[in-house]
């Protein structure tokens, strides 16, 4: 950490990693190839072009609360606690492929709880404020949990997005909802938003993934703001509902 970012108390956050050009320069990386292929930064460039800049600045520093703002992380209504997460099947593949585990970026984002390749459930490990450099390395005999088939589709969903925006950087194109919802009922003929039956069903399917509790889902069928947070505000702070909701959609 004292190397790294000049402070041995830093708090380095587990999926927008600060001061990559440091890092890079240690390990002989691309920069640039760092931060779109080994955080996911990707995803929240594509919701947040406006802040691109910012983002990516932050995370050429070493002042990771710069970037962190600049994603709106801080402002997200619903706060899940900050883990690393990680699949132990994955653990155990990565000891025998290349003899060490490691954390899996695409494991981090909040509300991914379920392993796209093994289709099991993530385990948390929680960070201590100032310590999340010394957490290690994910431990291998811990036995892996299955989840459901929908929450394993879900991730291999939000998995193929990430990489497709780390080779092919765009804009998030929200612009596909109006057209997707009228195709499926979900509008009426003036093009208003039928809230009830869209909330019914979208929750219908939430309570599918079996999550055991998570603030980045709908609090009950009748959750009208957690929709119109996506489709009248934009709420581009929101990755996952974003992607919650594309996945749904499709």
């Known amino acids: 950490q004292q190397a790294i970012y000049g402070n041995y108390k830093a708090n380095v956050h587990p999926f927008l990693t600060a001061s990559i050009k440091k890092l890079a320069e240690l ?3 691309d920069a640039e190839e760092l931060i779109h292929q080994q955080t996911l930064a990707p995803l929240f460039l594509a919701l947040l072009p406006q802040h691109a800049d910012m983002i990516v600045n932050g995370l050429l520093s070493a002042n990771n609360y710069t ?10 209504r619903e706060r899940e606690q900050v883990t690393f997460k990680y699949c132990p099947d994955c653990a155990r593949d990565d000891v025998a ?36 450099l010394n957490i290690g390395l994910p431990p291998v005999d811990v036995t892996a949990k299955k989840s459901p088939n929908i929450c394993q589709e879900l991730s291999a969903y ?25 195709a499926l009922g979900y509008t009426t003929a003036n093009g208003r938003i039928r809230r009830r039956f869209l909330c019914r069903d979208f929750n219908e399917f939430v309570e599918t993934l079996n999550y055991p509790e998570s603030s980045l889902l709908p609090a009950s069928p009748t959750d009208f703001k957690y929709l119109s947070n996506l489709l009248i505000e934009g709420a581009a702070q929101q990755p996952f509902k974003h992607l919650l909701f594309s996945f749904w959609l499709d």
């Open 158 to 182: 939000v998995q193929r997005v990430v990489e497709q925006l780390a080779h092919e950087p765009k804009n998030y194109d929200k612009m596909e909802y109006p057209a997707k919802l009228k």
């Open 67 to 76: 970037a962190v703002r600049a994603s709106q992380l801080l402002s997200f």
């Open 97 to 132: 492929s290349h003899g060490v585990a490691y954390w899996h970026v695409s494991h981090q984002l909040p509300g991914i709880e379920s392993c796209a390749n093994h289709g099991t459930w993530l385990v948390h490990c929680i960070l201590q404020d100032r310590a999340r």
């Open 27 to 29: 390990t002989g990386e």
